[in-house]
């Protein structure tokens, strides 16, 4: 699961002067980031020369430090770094011949989808041409993300013939 | 109050010695189990017709059949606590019609009637002025059509689950608890008389399927039937599962779900948090309804039994008893 984009939130701030902004976002693309949001915050307690910016953007994964780097030297300070991965979790169990049916597919196939991802896999297995169960926790970046995601995991399941258990959805 | 009971299984030994026994203002005029009938204008003595059935195996005259009794008999309410036939609803949807059609009201605790023709006997009973009233037929003594008309009145009900099944969240309990397979829970059940010979109605979801019918249906008026409703079992899963789902504070229920607004009807085993409402241990049964204002509601107690479902019947002969027939 290398390789999937995190997204990453900052706060920066930089001098209110022509060009700082361009300045601050150019490192981002050069690190090849997508920028999800920009949010300007102009806070009447700081001197009038002073920008604060909120930007949340994917990174690809280990591009986080060189970022750092590259602002620092614009002359940008960050105040605050967070990384958001993917915010959604849910953990389903399947139950039935996983290994016969190809698990690294039915892995795959959440894992493929860009927005959700397998995070965590625990399985038994009692004896060969037994059924096993696996508890499969899914990270996904948005609510409906992970209703897609589950919606894939039903699909397989039927496929391969696997009992899938859902979690009860959080009564809202 | 004058009342006519059919059926004299469990339920219906429940109810008959409960109003021997308590001082209700109800007196049994007549009575048929599926070999025998008997009717007294005056009130049958019933300590003595239970003495009967239990030596004997039927508790009246052999010439007298349940349909006499219905159609002669002198009663204000009928309690129709037959075998529930989940396919045909026969022949209790006949014995429900036959009462109404009297203009008698009607107490039944037979899923059959209610899931597969209530809006037909509904109707019916409106028609004729009378009530027909069912408490007994979801989750046994748990007084769930009581909150929906009274307590929760003038809400919009937006969602329900439940666990409507005691033999499957006793099986998942004891799988759970000690590690036991759904083969050796199955049978411990069935030990304690929690499972039928036949466990297919309970185990594959069928029975919490039928109560889900009977409840959505209630509520929403949706005219749904059993094969509207996703329904997945509880005989494929693993002891392992189970231990998955612990080790993450969790484990596994048969939850029966409505949310209209999601089009969701499902009947499903389903990972749920252990400190969840609905985790109930062995045969008891939970239901949560989440509405606009009272928000989320959970009610425990028991599914099954012959006292408890008693219980629910004559929650409903004494709602009768006081809004129609003059007390006594």
């Known amino acids: 699961m290398t390789g999937d984009p995190v997204q990453v939130s900052m706060k920066l701030e930089m001098k209110d002067s022509p060009g700082q902004l361009v300045a601050a976002l150019k490192p981002m693309s050069d690190v090849g980031g997508n920028i999800i949001a920009v949010i300007h915050q102009r806070e009447p307690d700081l001197d009038d020369d002073t920008l604060n910016v909120q930007i949340v953007l994917e990174l690809p994964e280990g591009r986080r430090e060189k970022l750092v780097a590259l602002l620092n030297e614009q002359g940008v300070r960050i105040q605050r770094i967070d990384e958001e991965r993917l915010r959604y979790k849910r953990t389903v169990i399947m139950i039935g011949h996983l290994m016969h049916t190809d698990l690294s597919d039915t892995v795959d196939q959440i894992d493929s989808t860009g927005f959700a991802e397998v995070c965590e896999l625990a399985m038994s297995m009692p004896a060969v041409n037994e059924r096993s169960s696996s508890r499969i926790t899914i990270k996904a970046v948005s609510k409906g993300d992970m209703e897609a995601a589950l919606a894939i995991l039903r699909r397989v399941s039927h496929q391969k013939s696997l009992l899938l258990i859902e979690p009860l959805e959080e009564i809202a | ?328």
């Open chain 2, 1 to 328: 109050m004058n009342v006519a009971l059919i059926g004299l299984g469990s339920v219906g030994r429940g109810v008959a010695g409960m109003i021997a026994k308590k001082d209700l203002g109800i007196t049994i005029t007549g009575i048929a189990d599926s070999k025998s009938g008997c009717m007294d204008p005056d009130g049958l003595d019933i300590e003595n017709l239970l003495t009967r059935k239990n030596k004997e195996g039927y508790c009246g005259d052999q010439k007298v059949s349940a349909s006499d009794v219905i159609r002669k008999a002198e009663y204000d309410a009928l309690i129709e606590v037959t075998p529930t036939n989940a396919l045909t609803g026969e022949p209790a949807i006949g014995y429900i019609k036959a009462a109404l059609l009297r203009k008698k009201h009607v107490v039944t605790s037979n899923k059959g009637p209610i899931a597969l023709a209530f809006k037909e006997l509904r109707a019916l009973a409106a028609k004729k002025g009378v009530s027909l009233r069912y408490e007994a037929t979801v989750a046994g003594a748990i007084p769930i059509m009581h909150t929906l008309e009274h307590g929760l009145a003038g809400n919009e009900i937006l969602a329900l689950y439940g666990v409507l099944n005691g033999t499957c969240n006793y099986i998942l309990t004891r799988m759970a608890a000690e590690g036991l397979t759904y083969e050796q829970a199955l049978m411990e059940a069935r030990e304690m008389g929690y499972a039928e010979a036949d466990p297919t109605y309970d185990v594959q979801g069928i029975d919490a399927a039928i109560k889900l019918v009977i409840l959505a249906n209630t509520i929403w008026g949706n005219g749904i039937r059993l094969n509207d409703i996703d329904r997945t079992g509880i005989d494929l899963l693993t002891p392992d599962a189970l231990r998955l789902a612990e080790d993450e504070g969790c484990t596994i229920r048969l939850i029966a779900e409505a949310i209209p607004r999601k089009h969701i009807l499902r009947v499903s085993p389903r990972i749920i948090e252990k400190n969840h409402p609905l985790v109930v241990d062995g045969t008891l049964n939970a239901l949560t309804l989440e509405t606009d204002m009272a928000k989320e509601i959970t009610l425990i107690g028991r599914g099954a039994g012959s006292t408890e479902t008693a219980s629910a019947i004559i929650g409903d002969l004494l709602f009768i008893k006081d809004s129609y027939v003059q007390r006594a």
